[in-house]
Nanobody, 127 residues
Framework: QVQLVESGGGLVQAGGSLRLSCAASKRTFSSRARGWFRRAPGKEREFVAAISWSDDNTIYADFVKGRGTISRDNAKNTVYLQMNNLKPEDTAVYYC????????????????????WGTGTLVTVSS
């Protein structure tokens, strides 16, 4: 069973920072792009950021540019999302996702193009 396990969520005040982690249980994911989506209360799941596995190519949603950094540790088969200057509107469950073909281009197609998901980690930003 392939697993993606997120961690690092929690309660933080506005302006604070968090680092989310996504660890994969299977080495197969070490050769695939991986990314983050989020679902805020009452809203659709939306793309946050993604990173390739081979050339450090990254893409970000507009709302996270300048505040977030996605990175990876190949040795740990883990992807991170550093979020700074958090806002109350960042409150959401953050999910790690991988497309079946491992392609970065899949992230532009939205959550429907993802084939593997973690169970999510809750980020709550208080004002």
């Amino acid at each position: 069973q392939v697993q993606l396990v997120e961690s690092g969520g929690g309660l933080v005040q506005a302006g604070g920072s968090l680092r989310l982690s996504c660890a994969a249980s299977k080495r197969t994911f070490s050769s695939r792009a991986r990314g983050w989506f989020r679902r805020a209360p009452g809203k659709e799941r939306e793309f946050v950021a993604a990173i390739s596995w081979s050339d450090d190519n990254t893409i970000y949603a507009d709302f996270v540019k300048g505040r977030g950094t996605i990175s990876r540790d190949n040795a740990k088969n883990t992807v991170y999302l550093q979020m700074n200057n958090l806002k109350p509107e960042d409150t959401a469950v953050y999910y790690c996702a991988v497309p079946r073909d491992g392609s970065m281009s899949r992230f532009s197609e939205g959550s429907g193009a993802m084939d593997y998901w973690g169970t999510g980690t809750l980020v709550t930003v208080s004002s």
